[in-house]
């Protein structure tokens, strides 16, 4: 299979997330963002949805794979709210998850 194809499969946490952002009234831009980039991680840390697992994926998003801050926090903000809708036991320590800082621009 395909590097491609293996994030089209929708798992069912995604679909969680996603029946919960369309009823609450989130855009459909978000709704593809999020969705994305939950299912992205939970197939790159093989379903572990723990602190320690976020903090490994997002040392590899912003050290190896050299992603924007930007990107970074979406992510975060994606992981965070499944935390919140599923009342996962590690969502009070997630709740105030480091974000990075942002980029210096020396446009001024």
């Known amino acids: ?3 491609e194809d293996y994030y089209l499969i929708k798992l ?3 679909e ?5 952002m369309w009823r609450t ?31 490994n994926y997002m ?6 794979k050299e992603c924007s801050h930007t990107f970074c926090n979406q992510v975060i903000n994606a992981l965070k709210l499944y935390a919140k809708i599923t009342n996962h036991p590690d969502y009070n320590r997630f709740k105030y998850y ?3 800082r942002g980029e210096k621009s020396f446009l001024k």
Do not use: C, D, Q, V
């Open 59 to 64: 040392y590899t998003l912003m050290y190896t």
């Open 16 to 20: 969680y997330l996603m029946k919960y």
């Open 98 to 100: 480091p974000r990075p």
């Open 25 to 55: 009234g989130y855009s459909e831009n978000t709704i593809k963002s999020y969705t994305n980039y939950f299912n992205r991680y939970m197939h790159e840390s093989n379903k572990e949805f723990t602190i320690e697992a976020i903090n």
């Open 12 to 14: 069912e946490e995604t």
């Open 1 to 3: 299979m395909r590097k």
